[in-house]
Each structure stands twice: as C-alpha cells, then as structure tokens.
C-alpha cells in the first residue's frame, strides 16, 4: 500500500458514496469503512501509528495500491460536501495535514511531468528549427508580396 487518506465521511448520502467508490475504482483506489479500534489495533507498533490520533467519528479510508505518484485525489472531480471534510493522509512519507492532502490532490499526475519534461527538453531544439526557417519563410512572404503587388499594377 503506497497511502491512505482519512475521511469524516458526515454528510455524504449513500449514491454520493457510491458514486465516489465507482471514482476511486477508476484510479486503481480503494474507499472502505473500518472500525475505529480494529485500526488503531492493526497499526499500533508500525509505522502508521502516528495516524491514530485521526481516527475519530465516522472515518473512512481511501487506501492506494498502485505506484506512489498515484495517490488518490479528495474529493474526485466534482463530488464537494459541505458537510465533509477530508483532510488527512498517511502515505510512506508519514502522516500529512490538511495542506499536505491539498498539495497532493493539486499534484500533476506521472504522465503530465513526463510531458512537461519533454517538452522542456524539445523547445530548445524547436526554437533553433524555427530561427532556421525563418529567414527563408520571410524571403518567400517578400516574394509572394511583390508577385501579388505587381499582379495588382496590371
């Protein structure tokens, strides 16, 4: 398991919940409801245990299996409460606040810093293509300039 983010599930009716569930199956997540004590059990003497002073009222537990930089985002697209708050996480790094879970969810997947990347890598390159070309580019727009203002003096 790479994190698990906490979640004061109050507020949240059963389709919203289903609905987050079907969301979080899309991102290879895992949205379950444990009992309180039965997790403080589990993970007392590990190296989650600092995550037990958050597992208070209703909690839920959105675990992640998949590689690290792809943890799951809360809320998912647009599924927002009032009520709810989701706001806590524990991933290999430790347990994270608030602003740690907003700095994740605002986070760019693997795939966009890949991108990102290359096309940091790429623009040198395209730049020097287009200097190259245009120095003819613009010989050619005189040409085509003067051929079309002297069609014009016929």
């Known amino acids: ?21 079907d969301e979080f199956r899309k ?20 190296k989650l245990e600092g995550m037990s002073k ?3 009222g209703p909690t839920a537990m959105i675990l992640s299996y998949e590689n690290p930089s792809r943890r799951p985002r ?10 709810s708050s989701f706001s806590r996480a524990d991933s290999s ?13 605002t986070m760019p997947g693997k795939d966009e810093l890949r991108a990102k990347l290359l096309a940091t890598f790429m623009a040198p390159a395209t730049d020097l293509v287009r ?13 085509s300039a003067k051929e079309r203002a002297g069609e014009a003096t016929k």
Not at 1 to 18: E, F, K, N, Q
Not at 74 to 83: F, I
Not at 93 to 105: M, N, P, R
């Open 131 to 143: 200097t190259i070309n245009a120095g003819a580019q613009n010989f050619m727009y005189l040409l």
């Open 27 to 46: 991102v290879q997540c895992e949205y379950k409801v444990f009992k309180n004590t039965l997790v403080k059990l589990a993970i007392k003497g590990t």
């Open 1 to 21: 398991m790479t994190s698990i983010v906490l979640a004061d599930y109050r507020g949240l009716d059963v389709p919203t919940v289903t609905g987050l569930r």
């Open 54 to 56: 958050f597992l208070e």
């Open 93 to 105: 790094e430790g347990v994270l606040d608030a602003k740690g879970i907003e700095g994740l969810a």
């Open 74 to 83: 809360w809320p998912p697209s647009s599924q927002r409460t009032k009520r």
